[in-house]
């Protein structure tokens, strides 16, 4: 079984109801299993800064796949999910990348993991200790902690509904 992160942000429309549906198609794949959730985020806009706020999470799967099926998987939901890909770095519905899978580094046509802006976004390395603070990263071997410190958009992430005890839907119902 392979240990895997992925993050999930949202920036269109009704946010949470994309990444709840995001989670729920995960889910319904046979060999894959969606372990953990961080709690949502509501995160100011990087990269491109003139669009709306992000909605960000991260989730811990549990999958037989391997990195390159399951971004497959990934990127028929985000199809799915009306994401259109025109501005790099702009407004989607719902973006999956795939951060950490196991302790792997891959460097391929189409995917490079760890996810190569991870350790510069707040937006996803805040999610991520919290899920986790004992993950490393294996292009560098240090603990996710040591990040923290060092992220320079770290007062645009502010907690939008904290991570309920129960299953991983369990965030949504309130
Ligand atoms: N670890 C990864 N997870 C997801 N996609 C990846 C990964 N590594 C490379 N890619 C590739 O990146 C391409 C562009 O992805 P996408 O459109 O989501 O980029 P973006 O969200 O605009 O920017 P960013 O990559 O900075 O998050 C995808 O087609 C995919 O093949
Ligand atoms: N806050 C925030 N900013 C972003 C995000 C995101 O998920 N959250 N995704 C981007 C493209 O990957 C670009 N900028």
Known sequence: MNSVYIGIGSNIG??????????????EYPGVDIAD??????????????????????????????????LE??????????????????????????????HENIVAEGLVIPHPRLLERGFVIIPLHELSPDATIPTTN???????????DK???????????GDVFALFES
Not at 37 to 52: F, I, N, R
Not at 142 to 152: F, G, N, Q, V
Not at 160 to 165: D, I, M, N, V
């Open 142 to 152: 240090k603990r996710i902690d040591s990040y923290l410190d060092h992220i320079e």
């Open 155 to 165: 007062e645009g992430v502010r907690l939008w509904k904290k991570k309920s005890a």
């Open 73 to 102: 998987i990934l990127q028929g939901i985000e199809q799915s999910l009306g994401r259109e890909r025109d501005i790099r770095w702009g407004p989607r519905t719902i973006d999956l990348d795939i951060l950490l899978y196991n």
């Open 37 to 70: 959730v961080s709690s949502l985020y509501e995160t100011a806009p990087v990269g491109v800064t003139e669009q709306a706020a992000f909605l960000n999470m991260v989730a811990f799967l549990e999958t037989e796949m391997n990195a390159f099926q399951l």
């Open 14 to 27: 009704d946010r949470e109801s994309y990444i709840k549906t995001s989670l729920k198609r995960i889910q």
